[in-house]
């Protein structure tokens, strides 16, 4: 009774008293604020990439200037082909972060409607789902991913449909138990005594109540994402040359690891520090967004 009581003493703020609430809630995670940072700076990088430094110097090919080390003219050096690696590291970081936001975003979009659905309407559609999910879970991810890419072409767009169909059976869990927790409440039997429509509790009552865990789950997911794009762009079923990403460029630095390091600590360094950030900043929005945590 306790905790029904929290929810809908948030529900009664406003917009803006919620989220500065949420705001100083998240504030006092240093670890999350700097994860915050970090990712706007990735953020604002990959947006103004093209004010940096120009596209073309991430894929102009120069023999007079491979395997340069790092300089005040080439700042993280240069590759086997002579492209400038910093050039590539930013223009870089489009597609690795759009590639984690897009998967994520789909996953959510379709995963979260037949979760919303299953938790709501039980019974054998529910049952069905269920049961599809745990066969999909059952095969490894990387490997149905591979599968995908490879039936249908190595490119960006096939490698966000492989890495959306692997990670929708999980949302649909995580949206199904958040969804079932919450369609017990007392203010939900009031909507429906009241002839509210099935549509109408689903997304007006239910889904805005559920979307604190749903958002600390994509946070968290976009990292997952962001590496396993990275994993398949690194075995050469993801992003194709000569568009950068950073899997990719750890393939093409593999065999240069002990005579130009630089060319794999860069690109390993960008994935690793986004993924921590991603993580980080899911960490403060569960603290922030949970209702439990309120006092």
């Known amino acids: 009774m306790k905790e029904i009581e929290k929810t809908e003493y948030i529900k009664s703020k406003s917009k803006g008293e919620r989220f500065f609430e949420n705001w100083s809630l998240y504030k006092k995670n240093k670890a999350a604020v700097l994860g915050l940072i970090i990712l706007m700076i990735f953020v604002l990088v990959a947006v103004f990439a093209d004010w940096i430094i120009p596209y073309d110097a991430a894929i102009d090919q120069s023999s007079a200037e491979r395997l340069q080390n790092p300089s005040s003219q ?3 050096g240069t590759d086997r082909l002579g492209r400038d690696v910093f050039a590539r590291i930013v223009h870089g970081s489009r597609r690795s972060l ?6 994520t975003f789909f996953s959510v979009l379709i995963g979260g409607f ?17 049961r599809l999910c745990d066969v999909a879970v059952s095969i490894p991810p990387l490997l149905f991913a591979l599968a995908v890419v490879a039936a249908l072409g190595a490119n960006m767009t096939n490698l966000i449909i492989a890495i959306t169909a ?7 869990r995580v949206v199904r138990s958040v969804i079932l927790s919450i369609v017990e409440q007392e203010y939900i039997y ?10 109408v509790i689903m997304f007006r009552h239910i889904l805005p109540n559920a979307m604190g865990p749903i958002l600390v789950q994509a946070s968290m997911n976009v990292a997952s994402m962001m590496l396993a794009a990275a994993g398949l762009s690194f075995i050469g079923m993801g992003v194709q040359a000569p568009t950068p990403e950073w899997g990719a460029m750890l393939n093409d630095a593999k065999d240069y690891m002990f005579k130009q390091p630089y060319l794999l600590i860069f690109p390993g360094s960008a994935i690793a520090l986004s993924a921590l950030s991603l993580n980080l900043v899911g960490d403060g929005l569960r603290d922030a967004l949970d209702p439990r945590l309120r006092t």
């Open 114 to 130: 037949i979760g919303i659905c299953c938790g709501y309407f039980g019974g054998k559609f529910d049952t069905i789902v269920m």
């Open 190 to 199: 009031a909507a429906r005594m009241c002839g509210s429509r099935n549509g």
């Open 74 to 76: 080439h700042f993280f």
């Open 98 to 103: 759009s590639l984690g936001v897009l998967t």
């Open 166 to 172: 692997i990670s929708i059976p999980g949302y649909i």
